[in-house]
């Protein structure tokens, strides 16, 4: 007997040690922005759970359901789930590469250390864009927690078989507009677009640039059209823009347009002072649009101006 008392000893220790101490904390979430990224293989995942003064980071394991939609290039993990409260948020999702025909995705949260929530699920969905370009044809897997998913690619990536592009058309001219055609196949430069047909083709001798002028009013002025392009140096429309912008000490607001049926393009007003130009980017040039001017005293120049500038924005046409 007392051979048996020696025994259970350390094992009533060991139960009455661990009823004492105080159970770590079940990593749960707060809000943030949430960002969906890809990951490549060989890169590293990021996050991992920690738990700050106010926020406790963790990560959404209640999955219910794990999806991959989408066909060749253009495919996208779907993963829906519960987060276990009404303060739990999404902070990161993650799709990684982890070897070569495996992806795993990570959902990251936060959740404030302090703040009374509802115990209630909450349900949540996300969509992760993933890029399988470049990836062999062949049978892949995706695994989120404890849930897995295969899906399979029919080609070689790299090699994916593209309809051929349709070659741009210009606009036919209407009564009242003049058609513009501007081809360089050395500079890859090529366009075209509507003008109203009192204006008139001044300038246009080097490709890829020209100028138009309105019908001549008061003081021998009239509307102007400048097209003229530059080269970015790597640097986005955007970026290229706001440089500009910023270079000149204006206190612009560049605004986000189209230009013809789908070009994104940006107009900035009063750049410089009394004019109105417009940006667009195409094969790798900025195409500079201008045009004078926007304030004069004379409402017929004005005028003049915003005819060119409609009829030209809605009528652009990139046709390399």
Not at 137 to 157: H, I, M, W
Not at 209 to 222: H, L, V
Not at 290 to 312: F, G
Request: charge should be negative.
């Amino acid at each position: 007997m007392h051979r048996s008392f020696l025994l259970i000893l350390p094992l009533v220790s060991v139960i009455l040690l661990s009823a004492c101490t105080t159970p770590a904390a079940t990593p749960e979430a707060t809000s943030g922005v949430v960002t969906a990224t890809f990951v490549p293989q060989g890169e590293d995942g990021g996050a991992n759970a920690t738990q700050a003064a106010d926020v406790i980071s963790g990560e959404a394991t209640l999955l219910d359901q794990l999806t991959v939609q989408g066909s060749g290039e253009q495919i996208a993990f779907v993963v829906r789930g519960s987060l276990p409260d009404g303060c739990t948020t999404i902070s990161e999702v993650l799709a990684l590469q982890i070897s070569d025909d495996s992806f795993q995705v990570q959902i990251f949260t936060e959740r404030p250390t302090d703040l009374a929530c509802t115990e209630a699920l909450v349900p949540f969905e996300e969509v992760i864009p993933v890029d399988v370009s470049g990836l062999a044809a062949g049978e892949y897997s995706v695994t989120a927690y404890s849930l897995s998913e295969t899906f399979r690619l029919p080609f070689n990536q790299a090699q994916q078989p593209t309809a051929a592009p349709q070659q741009a058309s210009c606009p036919a001219a209407q009564p009242g507009t003049t058609l513009y055609t501007e081809g360089s196949d050395t500079l890859g430069i090529g366009f075209c677009f509507l003008y109203p047909e009192d204006f008139e083709v001044i300038a246009a001798e080097t490709p890829g640039t020209a100028t138009i002028g309105g019908p001549t009013r008061s003081d021998n002025q009239r509307s102007i059209l400048a097209i003229g392009f530059e080269d970015p140096a790597g640097q986005g429309l955007g970026d290229y823009v706001n440089t500009l912008v910023a270079e000149a000490g204006l206190d612009a607001a560049p605004m986000p347009i189209t230009l013809g049926a789908s070009a994104p393009a940006i107009m900035v007003e009063g750049f410089p002072a009394g004019s109105r130009v417009v940006f667009v980017e195409s094969a790798g040039l900025i195409y500079r649009l201008t045009y004078t001017p926007t304030d004069s005293q004379q409402l017929e120049l004005n005028a003049d101006t915003e005819r060119i500038y409609a009829l030209v924005i809605e009528s652009w046409v990139f046709l390399r």
